[in-house]
């Protein structure tokens, strides 16, 4: 009966998983769609208006797909820009600060040392640690004058 190892077998693991793989020639297929749609723009354009009125009309329309094709702005494509501006602009930007609920004014005046104390644990008042404090001090301040 033969057992195949399976701790010697390696796997291939991906490098570039942020970077868009080109399908058509050196551009990638989104690339490819926006040239397509100016392409198809400009030949509507071109067979259904006038001189004038196709340059007034298709080419800004042509220049937006072609810009939204290969412009990239800090590293991210014009696309994700514009469409993160109409998010900006079209939802609602008003954030609510909610104030936490403020205590009965009886409860507030209740003295805070009514906290049950853990079995076993002594309570210290702040003038027991103030002298265990100076004693600590001192005690290390005289370990150093003795070495």
Not at 10 to 28: C, H, M, N, S
Not at 93 to 121: D, F, N, V
Not at 125 to 140: H, T
């Given at each position: 009966?033969?057992?195949?190892?399976?701790?010697?077998?390696?796997?291939?693991?991906?490098?570039?998983?942020?970077?868009?793989?080109?399908?058509?020639?050196?551009?990638?297929?989104?690339?490819?769609?926006?040239?397509?749609?100016?392409?198809?723009?400009?030949?509507?354009?071109?067979?259904?208006?006038?001189?004038?009125?196709?340059i007034l009309f298709a080419v800004p329309i042509i220049a937006v797909f072609?810009?939204?094709?290969?412009?990239?702005?800090?590293?991210?494509?014009?696309?994700?820009?514009?469409?993160?501006?109409?998010?900006?602009?079209?939802?609602?930007?008003?954030?609510?600060?909610?104030?936490?609920?403020?205590?009965?004014?009886?409860?507030?005046?209740?003295?805070?040392?009514?906290?049950?104390?853990?079995?076993?644990?002594?309570?210290?008042?702040?003038?027991?640690?103030?002298?265990?404090?100076?004693?600590?001090?001192?005690?290390?301040?005289?370990?150093?004058?003795?070495?």
């Open positions: 009966m033969y057992i195949r190892d399976y701790s010697v077998q390696q796997y291939q693991v991906p490098q570039f998983i942020d970077i868009e793989d080109r399908i058509i020639g050196p551009l990638t297929l989104k690339q490819f769609m926006y040239l397509l749609g100016a392409a198809a723009v400009a030949l509507v354009g071109w067979f259904f208006l006038y001189i004038p009125l196709f072609t810009a939204m094709a290969f412009v990239k702005i800090n590293g991210r494509p014009l696309p994700t820009i514009l469409m993160n501006a109409i998010n900006y602009y079209l939802k609602p930007r008003l954030y609510l600060w909610r104030q936490a609920k403020e205590k009965h004014p009886a409860e507030a005046q209740a003295p805070a040392s009514k906290t049950p104390a853990l079995p076993g644990i002594p309570k210290i008042s702040e003038s027991k640690l103030a002298d265990l404090a100076w004693s600590l001090d001192i005690k290390e301040k005289i370990e150093r004058e003795h070495k």
